[in-house]
C-alpha cells in the first residue's frame, strides 16, 4: 500500500507590499507613484494630513560663505597692516626687544685760568647699575635677593637701603640705577664683594645646593665725574654740575652746550640677556666737549679769595666781594666771594652761599659812585678840580636836611677836595649845576649813569646777573634828586662798580667785562672770544683829570683813602660807606663799606674793588676796612704780572682853600 505522506507544511513567503503582484513586483500604477505609495507629482502628507517640504541647503551655504569670506577679510586686513602699513613700527618693536642700546656719555669739557690750569675737569667714574629680573627668587635662589644685596651694596654707595630694594624689585624691568658717577674705588668695593658671593655660590651649588647669588645681577657703566681741584675757589664763577652731569650754576650752567659735547649711542643684539657677538654691533662715537679758558688768573683769584673771606670773618660781615680787572682789556682777573662753597660736595653748601654774589647782589654803593658825578660836572665843563665849593656842616634840600660822614664846621674845599674828603653836601652842590634847574640837572647826570653802564647788565651774560636799578629821573623823588649824586638811591653790582674805574683808568673808554679767553675744540684748535664792546664815556682829559684827583683821596693826608697807599706805585682810589638796604627786612639797617681804584695811575694797569656788606664787629668805614683789602690785592696783582713801579710822583692838587683867596 502506497505509504501515507504527511502533510506540507506552509512556509509564509516574504511580505508583500499593498497593491504589490503576485510576484513581488510593484504593480504597474505603483510605479507611476513614489516610494510611499502616493502618485507621482503628489505633495505628501505626513499624519495630520499636512503636506511635507524638505529643507533646503542653499540658506545655509550662503551663512557659512559669508562667515568664512569676512574671516578672510579680516585676515587680509590685518595682513594688510602688519605687513604694509605698521610695517615699520612692527619691526621698530622686534628690534627693541631684540636690541639693546646704551649711551656713551661725552667727556665734559675742562675749565681753565688764563694759564691753562684746570680749575674744572672730568675724572672715570662709574654709574652702578642692576638687573631687577636676576633679583627675583627663580634668577637668584634667594627669597629675598632684594633686601640681601641693598644691606650690602647701601654703605658702599652711601644711600638708603630701603630705596636700593625698591629699584631691585621690579622683575618686569631690566636696568635699574643705584647710584651715579661713583668713584673707581666704590665700583672695586663692589667688585670684589661680588667675586666673594660668586665663589660662595658655586661652592654651595657643588655640594648640592642652590647655588644662591644675590649680587650676580649688579653691573656698572663707565662715565665721568666732575672734579674742581682747587675746591672753594672761584665757585661763584664756575658753578657746578647737577646729578645728572648738566651744568646746573654758573658758568657750567651759561656754557653748557659747549662744555657737554654730544653723547654716543652703542646698539647690540642680545638674546636671553647676553650680547650676541656676531650679530654686529652699531656705535655712533661721542663728541667730547670744548675746553673753556677763562680770564681768570688762579694765583689772583686765590689772593683775593683769601683776603676778603678773612675780612668777613674779622667783621663779622654778612658777606664780602672782590673784582680784579685788567683796566685795557676789560678782562676779569679775580671776581671772589665770601662766604663760598666747595662745588666737590654741595651737601655741605649753606644756600645763601651758592651763586655768585658779586654779580647777583644788588646794593647801594654810596661814595665811590661820587665818581660818575665828577665825571658829569668835569665833563660838561661847569667846575674844574680847583672849582672853590663852600660846604656847610648842614644843607636843606627838598624835604630833607643833609650833612656829610662826620660833623665839622664849614669847609672851604676845592672841587678836588669834595672828593678827597668824600663830602656828601659838596657833592650835592656840584652836580646841581648841570642844568639850569634841577630837573634839568638830574637829567644830565642820568645820562652820565647810564653811560657808565648802571641799571644795564655788564656783558657777561652771567645766569641770574643784575642789571641793577636806576630810575627814569622824572621818577626820582624828592630826596633821590640829591642823594644819587652821592651814591644812595640807585644800586648796581660789584662788577658794575670795577668796570666804572676801569673806564677812568682806560682814558674814558667803557670796555664790556670778559670772564672767557676762548674756547678749544676737541680737534685741539683754540678759538678767541669775540672781542668786547666798547664805548667812549668821558673824554681822555676828563678821564685823566679824574684819576688825578683820585689819586688825592689816596695820596694826600685829609683823604679817606690813606690805607690803600702801595710803596713804589701811585694808586688812585675812593673809599665808599652807604645805608645799606636789609634784603630781608627792608628798610635801610648796617652798612656796605667798599673802595675802588687803580693802579699805577700814571700808567693804569689794574682795578680792584671791594666791598662788605653789613659789618657788624669794628669799623664800617670803607677805608677803614676795604682799604686794606684793596692794597692786600693790588700790591699781589701787580708783582704776580710784573707791573714795574711808578717812574713819576703825583701832581699835588689842592683839596681846600682858605677863604677870600
Given amino acids: ?304 679769595q683769601k683776603a676778603i673771606s678773612d675780612q668777613v670773618e674779622k667783621s663779622k660781615a654778612d658777606r664780602g666781594y672782590v673784582i680784579v680787572q685788567n683796566t685795557r682789556t676789560g678782562e676779569v682777573l679775580a671776581m671772589a666771594n665770601a662766604p663760598g662753597f666747595d662745588p666737590n660736595d654741595l651737601s655741605q653748601a649753606d644756600a645763601a652761599s651758592l651763586g655768585n654774589a658779586a654779580l647777583q647782589d644788588v646794593y647801594e654803593p654810596g661814595s665811590t659812585s661820587k665818581v660818575m658825578s665828577m665825571a658829569a660836572v668835569l665833563e660838561e665843563g661847569v667846575a674844574t678840580p680847583g672849582t672853590h665849593v663852600t660846604v656847610p656842616n648842614r644843607l636843606h634840600r627838598g624835604d630833607r636836611l643833609f650833612k656829610d660822614d662826620i660833623d665839622h664846621a664849614t669847609w672851604y674845599l676845592t672841587l678836588n677836595g669834595v672828593l678827597a674828603k668824600s663830602s656828601n653836601i659838596g657833592t650835592i652842590l656840584a652836580t646841581g649845576q648841570l642844568g639850569r634847574t634841577q630837573a634839568e640837572a638830574n637829567k644830565v647826570l642820568y645820562s652820565y649813569l647810564r653811560k657808565f653802564g648802571i641799571g644795564s647788565p655788564t656783558g657777561l651774560g652771567y645766569p641770574g646777573e643784575t642789571p641793577g636799578i636806576l630810575a627814569k629821573p622824572q621818577d626820582w623823588s624828592t630826596s633821590q634828586q640829591y642823594t644819587i649824586p652821592f651814591g644812595q638811591g640807585l644800586s648796581l653790582n660789584a662788577m658794575q662798580a670795577a668796570s666804572i674805574y676801569s673806564t677812568i683808568a682806560n682814558g674814558g673808554v667803557r670796555i664790556e667785562p670778559t670772564l672767557v679767553r676762548g674756547t678749544r675744540g676737541a680737534d685741539g684748535r683754540f678759538t678767541p672770544a669775540e672781542a668786547p664792546e666798547q664805548t667812549r664815556v668821558v673824554s681822555e682829559k676828563t678821564a685823566k683829570t679824574l684819576a688825578t684827583m683820585l689819586e688825592s683821596v689816596v695820596g694826600d693826608e685829609e683823604g679817606t683813602g690813606t690805607k690803600a697807599k702801595i710803596p713804589g706805585y701811585r694808586v688812585a682810589g675812593k673809599t665808599g660807606t652807604a645805608n645799606r638796604v636789609d634784603p630781608v627786612r627792608g628798610g635801610y639797617h648796617g652798612y656796605t663799606a667798599s673802595f675802588a681804584g687803580f693802579a699805577p695811575a700814571d700808567d693804569p694797569q689794574i682795578t680792584v674793588y671791594c666791598a662788605i656788606q653789613n659789618p657788624t664787629k669794628g669799623s664800617y668805614f670803607g677805608g677803614q676796612i676795604c682799604g686794606p683789602i684793596y692794597k692786600q690785592v693790588m700790591e699781589f696783582a701787580l708783582k704776580t704780572l710784573q707791573t714795574p713801579p711808578s717812574g713819576s710822583e703825583p701832581a699835588r692838587l689842592p683839596v681846600s682853600y682858605q677863604p677870600g683867596e
Avoid: C
Fill in 1 to 304: 500500500m502506497p505509504s501515507k505522506q504527511p502533510p506540507r507544511r506552509r512556509v509564509p513567503g516574504p511580505a508583500r507590499p499593498r497593491n504589490a503582484s503576485a510576484s513581488g513586483r510593484p504593480r504597474p500604477e505603483q510605479r507611476r507613484r513614489g516610494t510611499s505609495g502616493a502618485p507621482r507629482g503628489r505633495t505628501p502628507r505626513g499624519r495630520s494630513g499636512r503636506p511635507l517640504r524638505l529643507g533646503s541647503p542653499r540658506p545655509r551655504l550662503r551663512l557659512v560663505s559669508l562667515a568664512l569670506t569676512l574671516v578672510m577679510i579680516a585676515f587680509v586686513v590685518r595682513l594688510l597692516q602688519v605687513q604694509a602699513v605698521d610695517a615699520h613700527a612692527y619691526a621698530a618693536k622686534a628690534e627693541e626687544n631684540r636690541y639693546l642700546s646704551y649711551t656713551v656719555a661725552a667727556e665734559r669739557g675742562e675749565i681753565t685760568d688764563r694759564g691753562g690750569i684746570a680749575l674744572a675737569t672730568s675724572v672715570d667714574a662709574y654709574d652702578i647699575t642692576a638687573d631687577p629680573k636676576m633679583f627675583t627668587p627663580a634668577e637668584s635662589k634667594a627669597p629675598d635677593a632684594p633686601q640681601q644685596a641693598a644691606a650690602l651694596l647701601a654703605p658702599i654707595l652711601g644711600v638708603d637701603a630701603a630705596d636700593l630694594t625698591k629699584r631691585l624689585s621690579k622683575p618686569k624691568s631690566r636696568y635699574a640705577v643705584l647710584a651715579r658717577r661713583q668713584t673707581p674705588q666704590v665700583w672695586k668695593q663692589i667688585k670684589d664683594l661680588k667675586a666673594v658671593f660668586a665663589e660662595k655660590a658655586a661652592k654651595d651649588k657643588a655640594a648640592g645646593g642652590p647655588g644662591a647669588n644675590v649680587l650676580a645681577g649688579v653691573f656698572q657703566e663707565a662715565t665721568t665725574k666732575r672734579v674742581y681741584p682747587n675746591g672753594p675757589l672761584a665757585a661763584g664763577i664756575l658753578g657746578y654740575v647737577n646729578a645728572e652731569g648738566k651744568g646746573a650754576g654758573g658758568l657750567e650752567s651759561q656754557l653748557d652746550k659747549e662744555l657737554a659735547g654730544e653723547d654716543g649711542t652703542i646698539k647690540y643684539a642680545q638674546s636671553g640677556g647676553r650680547r650676541v657677538p656676531t650679530a654686529g654691533t652699531k656705535e655712533v662715537p661721542a663728541v667730547a666737549g670744548s675746553d673753556i679758558e677763562l680770564t681768570i688768573d688762579r694765583d689772583i683769584q686765590w689772593a683775593a
